[in-house]
């Protein structure tokens, strides 16, 4: 049995599209759906061409999110890690743990608090982000390749819309 056979469950990924297609069936056509559903399934998908996209290089999409953050926002803890991405910093912790094995970050006391510890990419970490990036805007292009420049800036709108009404913060 093939190792994404099994990853699946013992299931092709022919027969869960099928499983899924049938299911989706019985919800009526897709203009009926809900949004939730929509967006989750979307959401789905991108995960999954996400983690295909990054696993030749042993990363998960959080790992990456986490550099990507680094990479942005030099000399972030640990705790506006774990706070901007919720999770507990118990996750968090052993997610910078495996990064920091790996020598794709590092960890350097804070001269303004000597208890605290800030994060800080290696230039390994550098080098790996941007095949990593390069790989993410590949899937990008990939999933909107259908939509013309015009109708992606009016869905990113749309996105930035609902991203704000959500109160999220455009800081994390």
Same mark, same amino acid.
């Given at each position: 049995?093939?190792?994404?056979?099994?990853?699946?469950?013992?299931?092709?990924?022919?027969?869960?599209?099928e499983?899924?297609?049938?299911?989706?069936?019985?919800l009526?056509?897709?203009?009926?759906?809900?949004?939730?559903?929509?967006?989750?399934?979307?959401?789905?998908?991108?995960?999954?061409?996400?983690?295909? &996209?990054?696993?030749?290089? $042993?990363?998960?999409?959080?790992?990456?999110?986490?550099? *990507?953050?680094?990479?942005?926002?030099?000399?972030?803890?640990?705790?506006?890690? *774990?706070?901007?991405?919720?999770?507990?910093?118990?996750?968090?912790?052993?997610?910078?743990? $495996?990064?920091?094995?790996? *020598?794709?970050?590092?960890?350097?006391?804070?001269? &303004?608090?000597?208890?605290?510890?800030?994060?800080?990419?290696?230039?390994?970490?550098?080098?790996?982000?941007?095949?990593?990036?390069?790989?993410?805007?590949?899937?990008?292009?990939?999933?909107?390749?259908?939509?013309? &420049?015009?109708?992606?800036? &009016?869905?990113?709108?749309?996105?930035?819309?609902?991203? $704000?009404?959500?109160g999220?913060?455009?800081?994390?």
């Open positions: 049995m093939s190792a994404r056979k099994q990853a699946a469950g013992g299931v092709s990924v022919l027969e869960r599209e499983a899924v297609t049938a299911n989706d069936a019985a009526g056509p897709p203009e009926k759906w809900g949004m939730i559903y929509l967006l989750a399934r979307i959401f789905y998908a991108m995960r999954q061409r996400t983690e295909d &996209a990054l696993r030749p290089q $042993n990363l998960t999409p959080m790992q990456f999110t986490i550099l *990507s953050s680094l990479r942005t926002w030099d000399g972030l803890s640990s705790a506006e890690l *774990s706070r901007r991405f919720g999770v507990t910093p118990q996750t968090m912790g052993e997610m910078i743990g $495996n990064l920091e094995r790996r *020598s794709l970050i590092a960890r350097v006391q804070d001269p &303004a608090n000597r208890r605290a510890l800030k994060l800080s990419l290696t230039p390994a970490g550098e080098r790996l982000l941007d095949t990593c990036e390069a790989a993410m805007q590949a899937v990008e292009a990939e999933m909107f390749e259908d939509m013309s &420049a015009r109708d992606l800036d &009016a869905l990113r709108g749309r996105m930035l819309g609902l991203h $704000n009404h959500l999220l913060s455009f800081d994390s």
